[in-house]
């Protein structure tokens, strides 16, 4: 037996853990990149509102849930968490720069004319908990 999916009015954030794995989906076999297990939901450590903490192309399934039933609830997530009321689409110029928290953001890039340059860069901060600042 495993977690049945949420029933009618059940709050899917009582419990639910997710696998998560970078080689599957990405093509990558690098077998030393490990699987994780995390919450479905987590707190952002600055603001404590809740992350829906799933990726369509990273997270492999919900534990304990039938394959089925896993499926099915991470795609009703993610179409919810993809929906419009939820999406920032930046209309690119030159010189401009996006910087976002990748804690509790997805994000990804459209399609861009392969003959354009574009330049990436991604930096990371030390994060020290709000009660030890």
Same mark, same amino acid.
């Given at each position: 037996? #495993?977690?049945? %999916?949420? +029933? =009618? ?5 009582? #419990?639910?853990? %997710? ?10 076999? !690098?077998? *030393?990149?490990?699987? %994780? ?30 394959? /089925? =039933? ?5 795609? =009703?997530?993610? %179409?919810?968490?993809?929906?419009? *009321?939820?999406? /920032? $689409?930046? *209309?690119? !110029?030159?010189? *401009? ?13 459209? $399609?861009?004319?392969? +003959? ?5 860069? !991604?930096?990371?901060t030390l994060w020290t908990p709000p009660g030890?600042?």
């Open positions: 037996g #495993g977690r049945e %999916a949420p +029933s =009618e009015g059940e709050d899917f954030r009582d #419990g639910f853990r %997710a696998k998560r794995s970078r080689n599957k989906n990405l093509g990558l076999d !690098q077998p *030393d990149i490990p699987e %994780a297990e995390h919450p479905v939901i987590l707190h952002h450590p600055d603001t404590g509102r809740e992350i829906l903490y799933i990726s369509r192309g990273i997270t492999q399934r919900v534990v304990g849930m039938p394959k /089925y =039933e896993s499926d099915e609830l991470l795609k =009703e997530l993610s %179409a919810h968490s993809t929906h419009s *009321d939820y999406v /920032y $689409a930046h *209309d690119w !110029q030159v010189g *401009d720069m996006v910087m976002f928290d990748t804690l509790g953001t997805l994000h990804c890039r459209d $399609a861009w004319d392969p +003959s354009e340059r574009r330049v990436m860069r !991604q930096m990371s030890e600042r």
